[in-house]
């Protein structure tokens, strides 16, 4: 076959062009073969957290339990991973200081988590006294929960007020089982009162315990800022409008440890003994008052042998999860006061590596 001189470039060309193609492909599939094949990406690591709840308790009744529980777990930058709420089952244990006890069991999958940040919640909180439904927490919403209001309601024991704990957990990539402990510690404080007169001959009624400076509002944690007013007021015996005679008397100088002459003075029984954190205020009763237009103070109106009469008392700083104890003892004008402060027992939740 004969080829014109322009058929025979054109032919030159193509297989020019058919020659660069093939040193293509070749180089392509070269590169290929170098290539590691495609591995399936590692799943996230799973890394098993168990949480057993460990209660201790001062609770005047030893029998009453938290009825509901509320955890979120974390990540160090507060994204929630898993959010736990039930009511747990709690059960007596035999380990000293400690009254109840409950398990829970969380799994979660992270890679890349370096940390873990926990909240816990026990039992419900109100928002205003006139609700008939508890706070509704957005679960997702951290920097709120950490910044939720509440007001004192009445509450049916010491384990069933409001309790909050934090406790955050580092991860490390080779470890996979982790134990956890974290210390719920109620948000009230609670308060009793005790009265007895310096004479066993003497009379003496007490009409009424007016609490002044009562904050409106506490918090389930720990706030860095608050808007707290201390402007409202509880009378603490208003079930009792005939007033509390006291009969009981110690004549002689009080101990220092005044507990263990607890028995010569009378409670004062009134129906909610739970006070709101007001922390202006001293360690202890002192000489010159601070702060007073927000601290806590207690005015008592009373009778003694006849006579009306009527003490300001102020008190020390009001702080979380303490029981003060009030101890007067009554004679003509004169008032002896004295305060004992206990830490109310810590609620522990201990968690243990799984096995």
């Known amino acids: 076959m004969n080829l014109t001189t322009n058929e025979l470039i054109n032919l030159k060309y193509m297989m020019?062009?058919?020659?660069?193609?093939?040193?293509?492909?070749?180089l392509i599939l070269a590169g290929c073969g170098d290539a590691s094949p495609s591995a399936e990406e590692p799943s996230a690591q799973e890394r098993t957290i168990t949480l057993?709840?460990?209660?201790?308790?001062?609770?005047?009744?030893?029998?009453?339990t938290p009825e509901k529980l509320r955890l979120w777990i974390c990540d160090g930058s507060d994204n929630l991973i898993q959010y736990i709420e039930n009511s747990p089952t709690w059960q007596a244990s035999s380990k000293e200081g400690i009254d109840w006890i409950t398990s829970l069991q969380a799994k979660i999958k992270t890679k890349e988590i370096e940390s873990l940040n926990f909240y816990l919640v026990l039992n419900d909180a109100y928002s205003s006294v006139d609700d008939t439904s508890p706070i509704s927490f957005n679960i997702?919403?951290?920097?709120?929960?950490k910044n939720t209001p509440f007001v004192l309601?009445?509450?049916?024991?010491?384990?069933?007020?409001?309790?909050?704990?934090?406790?955050?957990l580092a991860l490390n990539a080779d470890e996979l089982e982790y134990g956890?402990?974290?210390?719920?510690?109620?948000?009230?404080?609670?308060?009793?009162?005790?009265?007895?007169?310096?004479?066993?001959s003497s009379k003496l009624i007490i009409y009424s315990f007016t609490l002044n400076k009562v904050p409106d509002k506490g918090y389930l944690f720990t706030p860095v800022d608050n808007d707290i007013n201390y402007t409202e007021n509880r009378d603490l015996l208003s079930g009792n409008s005939g007033g509390v005679t006291i009969a009981t008397s110690y004549t002689t100088e009080l101990p220092t440890d005044i507990e263990s002459v607890e028995s010569s003075f009378t409670k004062i029984d009134f129906d909610n003994p739970y006070l709101?954190?007001?922390?202006?205020?001293?360690?202890?009763?002192?000489?010159?008052?601070?702060?007073?237009g927000t601290r806590y103070?207690?005015?008592?109106?009373?009778?003694?042998?006849?006579?009306?009469?009527?003490q300001t008392i102020y008190l020390p700083k009001i702080e979380r999860n303490t029981w003060y104890k009030l101890y007067m003892r009554m004679?003509?004008?004169?008032?002896?006061?004295?305060?004992?402060?206990?830490?109310?027992?810590?609620?522990?939740?201990?968690?243990?590596p799984f096995e």
């Not at 309601?153 to 955050?168: A, L």
């Not at 402060?341 to 939740?349: A, G, I, L, R």
Request: overall charge negative; charged content about 20%.
């Open 52 to 64: 057993n709840l460990d209660i201790t308790t001062r609770a005047d009744d030893g029998t009453d």
């Open 140 to 145: 997702y919403d951290i920097a709120a929960l």
């Open 297 to 310: 103070n207690l005015t008592v109106k009373y009778n003694f042998n006849g006579s009306d009469y009527e």
């Open 180 to 200: 956890v402990s974290i210390n719920a510690t109620r948000c009230v404080a609670k308060l009793g009162i005790y009265c007895t007169k310096r004479t066993s």
């Open 331 to 352: 004679k003509e004008i004169e008032l002896d006061t004295y305060c004992q402060v206990n830490s109310w027992t810590e609620h522990t939740m201990d968690v243990p």
């Open 153 to 168: 309601t009445n509450y049916g024991g010491d384990n069933k007020v409001p309790m909050t704990g934090t406790k955050n």
């Open 16 to 26: 020019k062009v058919l020659s660069i193609a093939t040193w293509l492909m070749l």
């Open 276 to 292: 709101l954190e007001n922390t202006y205020g001293d360690e202890q009763f002192v000489t010159e008052i601070v702060n007073p």
